[in-house]
Nanobody, 124 residues
Framework: QVQPVESGGGSVQAGGSLRLSCTFS????????MGWFRQVPGKEREGVGS???????RYADSVEGRFTISRDNAKNTVYLQMSSLKPEDTAMYYC??????????????????WGQGTQVTVSS
């Protein structure tokens, strides 16, 4: 089972924080990239950030400085710590994985394995 599994979504007031988790199987791959994306109904999926095996991260401009991606290799889990949340952060958040040596970009087409998503709702 390679498909990532997200958890941790919920409702929070603006200015609050949430932490999402994504657990995945690596099946022997030594290099992989995990990405976070979000989608609002009626809009295209938007990249949030990514983290590679070495722990290097990238972030979308819209979340830079507010969101932090980290990983626990022993647990095969990555985290998306979201702070200073805004109503416009409301979306379904997805975790995705790509295995191999490809660059760890925040590009939807790069990722082959997707979770089912977890809803984040930020109220004003």
């Amino acid at each position: 089972q390679v498909q990532p599994v997200e958890s941790g979504g919920g409702s929070v007031q603006a200015g609050g924080s949430l932490r999402l988790s994504c657990t995945f199987s690596v099946y022997g791959y030594s290099r992989y990239c995990m990405g976070w994306f979000r989608q609002v109904p009626g809009k295209e999926r938007e990249g949030v950030g990514s983290i590679n095996t070495r722990g290097n991260t990238r972030y979308a401009d819209s979340v830079e400085g507010r969101f932090t991606i980290s990983r626990d290799n022993a647990k095969n889990t990555v985290y998306l710590q979201m702070s200073s949340l805004k109503p416009e952060d409301t979306a379904m958040y997805y975790c995705a994985a790509v295995f191999g040596t490809s660059p760890c970009r925040i590009v939807e087409a790069d990722f082959g394995y997707w979770g089912q998503g977890t809803q984040v709702t930020v109220s004003s």
